[in-house]
């Protein structure tokens, strides 16, 4: 067994071994509202949003984006279990914004090893063999922090499965304070 699966094992020990009331939580979230936001691990949602377990839906991916899949997800969320605002929220640093498409497609097609970040970027040092299967991929890169909220805010809101009565506000969390900076032209967007 390696040492992390061993620190997550324990950690869940002790963590169930109060679980308590949590047991009796509730399906929908109590606080009826849903973030989509990055799986950066600096990022803790519960602390920026203050939130506890049972608050709010959250939803994660690579850059917070709004894919096909976090808009299913998002659906789900008012649709069956009730979420009545949302939250688009990408962040300072991210790592989405140091690769393209054809960047990525190309360290893939070459090696599916981790690659490593230089000063001029991210480079290969696999040895192969590689995958083309990352040219069908949109992978969804960042070259306009706030642009790509915006973006994200109205892919949401003119999707046909999302009711206009649904507010989408779009934030960027600095990583460097803490705080949640509004994209006006996205919450805008949002309405």
Known sequence: MS?????V????????????DKADLPLPPGRSFAILTCMDARLDPAKYAGLSEGDAHVIRNAGGRASDDAIRSLVISYKLLGTKEW??????DCGMEYFTDTVIR???????ETAQIGASGFVDVGTGPGSKEGEY??????SDRAGAVV???????????????IPIYGYIYDVKSGKLVEVPEATEAGK
């Open 3 to 7: 040492a992390i699966l061993n620190e």
């Open 9 to 20: 094992l324990s950690a869940n020990a002790a963590y169930a071994s109060t679980f308590g």
């Open 87 to 92: 939250f688009i929220i990408h962040h300072t």
């Open 106 to 112: 190309g360290l893939l097609a070459s090696s599916l």
């Open 137 to 142: 991929i949109d992978w969804l890169a960042v």
């Open 151 to 165: 973006d994200d805010v109205r892919r949401v809101r003119a999707h046909p499965l999302v009711p206009k009565a």
